[in-house]
């Protein structure tokens, strides 16, 4: 078989016929053909535009924001009980590796570790903050903090 410009072919499914409307009443797309009624919003243009009045109502529609919203996102909070349950003795925790775990879900909001519960293991904590009194308790258990 030759290949020239007569044996191209469209692929299947790229062309496809548009709705061909006015075409009777039994096509669904007869009389009007899905353009409304008559008379000017019949016409292609024939909408008025949005107004003042529209504009208040669309603007009563949006929740009411106020006081002062921060842009950075929030740290994701760790408590020491979930550390003493999802950590092996000695491991170093980082957000990535919480975030390995299923512990946080954005690491790179960063994570602060909070003193609720308590902890046994020696742990090595890197990258995260904490409290004063999660890291007493860390360095009481035996294990290291570095920033």
């Known amino acids: 078989m ?7 072919k469209a692929a299947v499914g790229s062309r496809h016929h548009s709705k061909r409307l006015g075409r009777g009443n039994a096509s669904q797309k007869g009389t009007m053909s899905g353009r409304g009624g008559k008379g000017q919003t019949a016409r292609s243009g024939g909408r008025r ?5 529209t504009w208040r109502m669309s603007l009563l529609k949006i929740p009411k924001s106020r006081g002062f919203h921060s842009i950075y996102p929030k740290k ?7 550390l003493e349950r999802v950590a092996k003795e000695g491991e170093a925790i980082t957000p990535q590796s919480l975030h390995r775990l299923s512990v946080v879900d954005r690491p790179l ?3 602060k570790i909070v003193a609720t519960g308590k902890i046994f293991k020696a742990l090595t904590v890197e990258g995260c903050l904490l409290t004063k009194t999660a890291l007493a308790a860390i360095e009481s258990a035996g294990g290291k903090v570095t920033f």
């Open 2 to 8: 030759s290949f020239g410009a007569h044996t191209i």
């Open 49 to 53: 535009r949005t107004t003042l009045r």
């Open 76 to 82: 994701e909070v760790v408590t020491l009980a979930t």
């Open 109 to 111: 909001s960063g994570v």
